[in-house]
């Protein structure tokens, strides 16, 4: 089993940023890939981000290039989310998730990921 918790979340102003960081514990999850993925009041929840476990690639919804960047520290088996010029519509709960993936296709699934977090929750005022 891996734990993940996340932290970090918050209330920011429009135009704000925020950093949320996932520690993992418990077996090791060498190899594994991580994730974030957020949902919103009323809606699915969708993919934000995610990073190969050497953090040589990182994927991103079209939507938020430019805006978020995924990062990973596998020595303090941690995976950060940087949010910048946060907006309104990015409010929801944070999830972090990780498994063993390969595929830069899979890693931007849902239901590919085994492990979750319970979620921090960001919310940007306008």
């Known amino acids: 089993q891996v734990q993940l918790v996340e932290s970090g979340g918050g209330l920011v102003q429009t135009g704000g940023s925020l950093r949320l960081s996932c520690a993992a514990s418990?077996?090791?999850?060498?190899?594994?890939?991580m994730a974030w993925f957020r949902q919103a009041p009323g809606k699915e929840r969708e993919f934000v981000a995610a990073i190969t476990w050497s953090g040589g690639s990182t994927y991103y919804a079209d939507s938020l290039k430019g805006r978020f960047s995924i990062s990973r520290d596998n020595a303090k088996s941690t995976v950060y989310l940087q949010m910048n010029s946060l907006e309104p519509e990015d409010t929801a709960v944070y999830y972090c998730a990780a498994d063993y993936i390969t595929t830069a296709q899979a890693m931007r699934i849902i239901r590919a990921y085994t492990y979750w977090g319970q979620g921090t929750q960001v919310t940007v005022s306008s």
């Open positions: 418990g077996r090791t999850f060498f190899g594994y890939a």
